[in-house]
Nanobody, 123 residues
Framework: QVQLVESGGGSVQAGGSLNLSCLAS????????MAWFRQKAGKEREMVARINIHENTTYYPDSAKGRFTISQDNGKNTVYLQMSSLKPEDTATFYC????????????????WGQGTQVTVSS
């Protein structure tokens, strides 16, 4: 069984930085691909970063490329999201997610989700 707990959300001014953490429990073979999503009010969730925890390979959509960085600790128990040059449109609830698939691919379904942490970027 996998549990994910996000932390690090808060309020920041435009152009600032914020670091999020996702503490994961459960075997690594149940969370081979992990990702960060954001959900703006009234909108669908969108993936902003993902990582194959075994290969340590990462992927970013254009909306996050160059501003967001996903990483993990050596024990593969915590996944981080480093955000810089934040914009008001980044305001959203950020979720950590994990998939049992051994690979990461675009449009994949995730099996486990955290409770979310709020990020607010003001101008």
């Amino acid at each position: 069984q996998v549990q994910l707990v996000e932390s690090g959300g808060g309020s920041v001014q435009a152009g600032g930085s914020l670091n999020l953490s996702c503490l994961a429990s459960g075997p690594t073979y149940r969370r081979n691909c992990m990702a960060w999503f954001r959900q703006k009010a009234g909108k669908e969730r969108e993936m902003v970063a993902r990582i194959n925890i075994h290969e340590n390979t990462t992927y970013y959509p254009d909306s996050a490329k160059g501003r967001f960085t996903i990483s993990q600790d050596n024990g593969k128990n915590t996944v981080y999201l480093q955000m810089s040059s934040l914009k008001p449109e980044d305001t959203a609830t950020f979720y950590c997610a994990a998939s049992v698939l051994w690979f990461c691919t675009d449009g994949m379904t995730f099996d486990y989700w955290g409770q979310g942490t709020q990020v607010t970027v003001s101008s």
